[in-house]
């Protein structure tokens, strides 16, 4: 079995905030070490970009093709990474040579299982040049071409993070990015995951929408509003709350236009509780009930969404990552790190109840870097 191998994770999330960047030192299996972590934000024009890429993907039925905005935003997507990892390595004083491999998410602008085609620009061998350290990348293909969901991918890190830290079981950990996924860890077996709806997308294409801002601040929009209940039933009697998991969910499944009839503060407020409820019809799909909940991503920095959640949660008690001593912030970049190893190990990435794949499968695409000159 190899040893700790000292890796840096990429990730850009569906709400579009930027590049975050994650340090840590593992063996695929265990987590040695967590270390440093920093976000490089996208400038608005880039934000611009991508959401025009993802608008132009939603015509896609092959991968590899690049109509409209999203060659443009491929490029854009490999030269912010690149920069980011760039001034990562920069900022914490640390050399290509001492980083032995790059896990790199790359954009989601298209995801549907149902088609078997999910894309991520990017482009991991660039990268991989560009940085002088090899790149494990595209890590969802090989799943969603096997017939699995290909999301959500950082169960396999979850569960270590449980272990690092001595944990009870079970307990979930609730990532609340674009899309909100949850992470059930047991006692014993695989975890189980899956999207459980909207996360912080809706409210924040919403509030874009309507006030220009980019997103709710502490949902003080939301808060000052009412939400629609009969919007809102209609929103939670989409099909896909009650079909079982695996399951997941593109950026795009959900549509503000249904809303266009509120004011914006009461769309906001549908849209946040629309999330918090989601989340909690996900309980009826779990093992057994879990004994706390655990909050990771951009979302739980806004008050009135955790507020909401630990109204509808009230069986167990819900806290940020930082309760355990870990970066919520950094979950996701660390994940791709951890990723990256298993990946360059063949250890596998998904399960049958984390995507619904068949059995075990590894996936992803290793690139070294090119010699120039």
Request: aromatic letters at 6%.
């Amino acid at each position: 079995m190899a040893g700790n191998r000292t890796a840096i994770g990429l990730m850009s999330g569906t709400s579009l905030d930027g590049v975050d960047v994650a340090l840590i030192r593992t063996d695929g299996e265990r987590i040695a070490e967590l270390g440093a972590a920093r976000t490089y934000p996208y400038r608005e024009a880039d934000r611009v970009v991508l959401r025009q890429a993802s608008k132009d993907a939603l015509a896609l039925k092959d991968r590899s093709a690049r109509p409209g905005a999203l060659q443009e935003a491929e490029v854009l997507v490999t030269r912010r990474h690149a920069e980011a990892a760039e001034a990562f390595l920069r900022e914490e004083g640390l050399r290509a040579a001492e980083i032995d491999l790059v896990g790199f998410h790359g954009q989601t602008v298209f995801h549907d299982p149902a088609k078997q085609l999910t894309v991520q620009i990017g482009d991991g061998q660039a990268l991989a040049t560009q940085l002088a350290i090899p790149v494990a990348w595209d890590m969802r293909a090989d799943d969603v071409a096997a017939g699995g969901q290909g999301a959500p991918l950082a169960p396999a890190f979850h569960e270590a993070l449980a272990e690092m830290a001595g944990l009870t079981r079970p307990v979930v950990f609730l990532n609340l990015g674009g899309v909100a996924n949850v992470t059930y860890v047991g006692a014993a077996g695989e975890p189980l995951a899956f999207d459980t709806g909207p996360g912080n997308g809706l409210l924040d294409d919403w509030t874009l929408e309507r006030t220009g801002e980019p997103f709710d601040i502490d949902g003080r929009l939301a808060q000052s509003g009412t939400a629609d209940e009969a919007i809102l039933n209609a929103l939670l009697a989409h099909p896909y709350f009650a079909q079982p998991p695996p399951k997941s969910l593109d950026r795009n499944a959900f549509s503000v236009s249904e809303l266009s009839g509120l004011c914006d503060a009461d769309g906001a407020a549908t849209l946040l509780r629309f999330s918090a409820l989601a989340v909690r019809a996900a309980i009826a799909h779990l093992p057994e009930a879990p004994l706390a909940w655990y909050a990771s991503g951009g979302g739980r920095h806004n008050k009135a969404l955790m507020g909401a959640l630990r109204e509808v949660l009230a069986g167990a008690p819900l806290s940020m990552l930082e309760a355990l001593g870990f970066d919520g912030d950094a979950t996701e970049a660390q994940a791709f790190a951890f990723l990256a190893v298993r990946a360059f190990d063949g250890k596998p990435l998904t399960f049958p109840l984390t995507t619904g794949v068949a059995k075990p499968l590894t996936g992803g695409r290793i690139s070294r870097p090119a010699k120039t000159g």
